[in-house]
């Protein structure tokens, strides 16, 4: 019989040969992995300051370019404030005193610029390059065209999170922002289900996504516009504290809240553990008679239509974007994990996750330039938000397997072709399109320094 002392002695050893093993299981980062992570930050640290463009022409204020010669001298809505995310994380990092002061011109310069073409019926351009005319970027129609993204208060409250919550540089623009976010209320939001909707197909961001590319007009209440909107308002309500306005606070906290019951109410899917778009297109529930089989009866009279929408089982990668923002429950978030992101044959792939699920019909991962192809090429801003989403809900495993993911792609192609691209094969990780693309590729900075426990720069 082992001694008290010994008994203590060996349980010691014990415990810490079991501490030792799950340190090697758990906390072991490859070396591939190590390596890739160097080669990225040697690339993004040298090239990081190719985003940056001085005013020029119809850009009234130097912005951030997505970067590579597709998009060369455009400042682009959801681009230049994820591009904005993954700079201060390089700042964070090794920027200077004067790095950083420099960059802020050039990051509230994107925001500047688009409320500069931005009047009160809250048309927002999606795209303002230099050549732009101010005259023609208004469309005729300006309430039945898709407009800027839902995220231009998000990259706002970003900065001036950053700044310590000094919102005044944007005080005499703000009312323009609420003229935005009035316009997205009352012309693409569809009363019924309380989902926005887009208008068509045009700029979407992800470009042929099946629940809206090529559907009828107005006709599909996406979820990845929807967890976009929830955020603005949230971020919306953050702006008018710090700008001293409770009362407008407090009625855009009021609509977040509506729009996340709204998301739960219509786009959570139960059957599947996902949450999915939303077909509103749907014909009007009629009480006006007309003849029927040589009758006067009104159609469907006995049980007309109860539900204001359908969903579209369609797996897009955006439903993870209700973990992003926060909308779905703890238990939802866990069946999204168990029963999607962890599947091989739907969403995860050797290389991050598929843009869209390789069983569906429509999968494809051929190149193309316009649309962009998100039909199931790995994306680097899809797997950086569904990462995200992870973390936020306490998936670290599974994050840090899809950070891993995204090392090992973006560090091959550096090792290959000395350059990012704009979308990947999932499992071969071989590059589609676009070399030289910069933009929200360098977010993996942000994953690299959460796996390295540093400090992590976060959107809003």
């Not at 540089?169 to 609420?178: A, C, H, I, V, Y």
């Not at 990845?224 to 308002?233: P, V, W």
């Not at 040589?294 to 974007?321: A, C, E, K, N």
């Amino acid at each position: 019989m082992l001694s008290m002392k010994n008994y203590f002695a060996s349980a010691k050893l014990i415990i810490a040969a079991l501490v030792l093993s799950s340190g090697a299981a758990l906390g072991q980062v490859p070396d591939s992995i190590l390596a890739y992570s160097k080669l990225i930050r040697q690339h993004i640290y040298s090239d990081y300051k190719g985003m940056f463009r001085s005013a020029h022409g119809a850009l009234h204020y130097p912005y951030i370019t997505p970067g590579s010669n597709a998009y060369a001298n455009d400042l682009w809505d959801w681009d230049s404030w994820l591009s904005n995310v993954a700079l201060r994380q390089i700042l964070t990092d090794r920027g200077n005193d004067k790095e950083q002061k420099d960059a802020v011109a050039y990051e509230q310069g994107c925001i500047l610029n688009f409320l500069s073409y931005t009047g009160f019926d809250g048309y927002m351009p999606i795209l303002i390059s230099q050549k732009s005319s101010a005259d023609k970027m208004k469309p005729i129609n300006l309430y039945k065209t898709n407009m800027h993204k839902p995220v231009i208060a998000q990259h706002a409250a970003f900065l001036i999170k950053l700044n310590g919550g000094n919102a005044e540089w944007l005080r005499e623009q703000f009312s323009l922002m609420q003229a935005f976010i009035n316009n997205y209320e009352t012309h693409h939001r569809h009363k019924p289900t309380g989902l926005y909707y887009w208008q068509d197909d045009l700029a979407i961001g992800v470009d042929n996504d099946p629940s809206t590319f090529f559907r009828p007009t107005g006709s599909s209440a996406s979820i990845f516009l929807n967890c976009l909107m929830y955020k603005e308002l949230k971020a919306m309500v953050y702006i008018a504290e710090c700008l001293k306005l409770p009362e407008v606070a407090k009625e855009y906290n009021t609509d977040a809240e509506d729009l996340k019951a709204a998301i739960q109410k219509n786009c959570w899917d139960e059957k599947d553990g996902f949450f999915y778009s939303v077909d509103i297109n749907l014909r009007p529930v009629t009480e006006t008679p007309s003849i029927i089989f040589g009758q006067s009866m009104i159609l469907h009279s006995g049980y007309p239509r109860t539900y204001d929408g359908l969903i579209q089982r369609i797996g897009v990668w955006s439903g993870f974007l209700a973990m992003w923002a926060g909308i779905a429950t703890p238990a939802q978030a866990k069946r999204m994990v168990d029963e999607n992101f962890e599947i091989p044959a739907t969403f995860n792939a050797k290389f991050g996750i598929r843009t869209l699920s390789k069983l569906e019909k429509m999968y494809s991962v051929r190149a193309s330039n316009n649309p962009s192809n998100w039909l199931g090429p790995v994306w680097g801003i899809s797997n950086y938000l569904v990462y995200r989403g992870l973390v936020k809900y306490g998936f670290a495993k599974q994050a840090r397997e899809l950070v891993n993911k995204t090392i090992t792609l973006f560090g091959r192609d550096l090792q290959q072709t000395g350059a990012l691209h704009e979308y990947y094969e999932p499992d071969s990780g071989q590059p589609i399109l676009n070399k030289g693309f910069q933009n929200w590729n360098y977010l993996v900075l942000n994953m690299i320094d959460w796996t390295d426990g540093q400090t992590v720069v976060e959107e809003f």
